[in-house]
Structures are given as C-alpha cells and as structure tokens.
C-alpha cells in the first residue's frame, strides 16, 4: 500500500483557468507563489518523504499540468521498485493500484507542493482572512488565514480545513489541517520553511510539526520545473 497523509481536498485544475470572485488575500497567497506565472510550467518533478512513527515512505513524481500526465516511482510494500504512468481523472480503468493508491497519493503530496496555489485555484473553498493570531507551534503570530472545503464538494477528503499562517511576506511559516473525515491523522500542525525557487514557482521543501500528536517530519527534495517550449529543467535552489 502507498503511505499517504491524504491531505487533499478536490481534484486538481490540470490548467489555469477563468475563476469566479476570489477573495483578495488568496490572490495575494497565490501570486507570491508564482500564480502569474503557471501557464509556463510544462512540467514539475519532486519527491516527497514523509517520516513518523512507524512510517518513512518516499514518493517520486513527475507531473505534465497541462496534460495531466503523471508518472511515478516508488517502491511497493515489499521493498521492490514500482514504475507507473496515469492521467489524472482518467483512471477508472486503470488497475486497482493506480485508481486506488496512486492517483490518491499523488493528489495529496501535490497539494502539500502547491497548496498556496490551490487557495484560488479552488473555487469551492471558503477563504477568509481572520487578522492578526498568535502561531500554533513556539512563540510570535501571523495573518491566519482559513481555508475551508464544503463537506459535499467531491474529491478524496471532503470537509477539509487548512488553516494557514502568513509572514509579512504572504509567505505561510506554519499550518494547521483538520480532516473533514473519519480517516487518519485528524489534526496535522507543521512548519512551511526550507524556501525555495523552481523557476518562477516558490516551494516550501520542509515541514516539521506533528500528526495527531506525534512526531512529523515531511520533505519535499528533488524539485524542478520544465517551462513551455524548453527541454531543460530547472532545479530548485
């Protein structure tokens, strides 16, 4: 089985596209994370690592948006390599390990890649800006900023709330996620640092905090983005 936080809420848009009237503080949140620039990435790799107790899983993507294609590696429960290649929202005929626990988890490790993204990209979501609060982990505060998913929207985990955490900067340093499901862990609290650029996208590659308490460790490494009409990627750094 392929170990997942599922931290996600609806599917992805494959493209940017028309919204509807979004709040302008998930504006500014998704401009400072290279919103502007989305429609030059033609694709983005990266691997996500996530450790606590009892779990250490590795997942390596490669991601065309435009397209929608994905491919994977990884490894199975048994330790041995796992090669595959899907279309996001095309796999209901896909074998069981693909519909089931690939696409799954690449929806949710994308959304801890993009999600100040998917905070306008989202139209479904309920964004409101609660001012000035103090910070959920250590000392200070930030502009909190709640992101709330209707409970009979569709996608993985309905129901969801992502509460972020902004610097003066529109930059998030810390989140806290409640599931709006049954499923586990039900309270995720972690850190948004190790900034990086991948091209004109801003990425946070470390996220420290806790999953229901226990210890959480989370890395996003290997990030790169391939812009439209070029064949060379660009690593973050």
Same mark, same amino acid.
């Given at each position: 089985?392929?170990?997942?936080?599922?931290?996600?809420?609806?599917?992805?848009?494959?493209?940017?596209?028309?919204?509807?009237?979004?709040?302008?503080?998930?504006?500014?949140?998704?401009?400072?994370?290279?919103?502007?620039?989305?429609?030059?990435?033609?694709?983005?790799?990266?691997?996500?690592?996530?450790?606590?107790?009892?779990?250490?899983?590795?997942?390596?993507?490669?991601?065309?948006?435009?397209?929608?294609?994905?491919?994977?590696?990884?490894?199975?429960?048994?330790?041995?390599?796992?090669?595959?290649?899907?279309?996001?929202?095309?796999?209901?005929?896909?074998?069981?390990?693909?519909?089931?626990?690939?696409?799954?988890?690449?929806?949710?490790?994308?959304?801890?890649?993009?999600?100040?993204?998917?905070?306008?990209?989202?139209?479904?979501?309920?964004?409101?800006?609660?001012?000035?609060?103090?910070?959920? %982990?250590?000392? @200070?505060?930030?502009?909190? /900023? &709640?992101?709330?998913?209707?409970?009979?929207? =569709?996608?993985?985990? *309905?129901?969801?709330?992502?509460? %972020?955490?902004? @610097?003066?900067?529109?930059? /998030? &340093?810390?989140?806290?996620?409640?599931?709006? =499901?049954?499923?586990? *862990?039900?309270?995720?609290?972690?850190?948004?640092? @190790?900034?990086?650029?991948?091209?004109?996208?801003?990425?946070?590659?470390?996220?420290?905090?806790?999953?229901?308490?226990?210890?959480?460790?989370?890395?996003?490494?290997?990030?790169?983005?391939?812009?439209?009409?070029?064949?060379?990627?660009?690593?973050?750094?």
């Amino acid at each position: 089985m392929i170990c997942v936080l599922t931290l996600t809420a609806l599917t992805l848009p494959y493209s940017s596209r028309a919204q509807t009237t979004r709040p302008q503080i998930a504006e500014q949140i998704a401009k400072t994370y290279g919103l502007d620039s989305w429609d030059q990435i033609q694709a983005i790799r990266f691997t996500w690592h996530a450790e606590f107790p009892g779990v250490n899983v590795s997942h390596s993507w490669e991601w065309e948006p435009k397209t929608g294609k994905v491919s994977y590696e990884g490894k199975d429960k048994d330790g041995k390599p796992v090669k595959a290649s899907f279309v996001l929202g095309q796999t209901s005929n896909e074998p069981a390990n693909i519909k089931e626990e690939l696409e799954p988890a690449f929806v949710n490790d994308q959304y801890w890649l993009l999600f100040p993204l998917h905070v306008y990209w989202d139209s479904s979501a309920d964004v409101k800006d609660m001012g000035t609060q103090k910070l959920p %982990l250590g000392q @200070g505060s930030a502009t909190e /900023v &709640v992101v709330k998913y209707p409970a009979e929207a =569709g996608g993985f985990t *309905p129901g969801d709330t992502w509460t %972020l955490y902004l @610097g003066k900067d529109n930059r /998030v &340093v810390q989140f806290v996620y409640h599931r709006g =499901g049954p499923k586990k *862990p039900s309270v995720v609290i972690a850190t948004w640092a @190790g900034y990086k650029k991948a091209g004109p996208l801003l990425i946070s590659t470390e996220h420290r905090g806790t999953a229901d308490g226990k210890p959480l460790h989370l890395t996003i490494s290997g990030v790169a983005v391939k812009l439209t009409g070029s064949d060379k990627w660009m690593n973050a750094q």
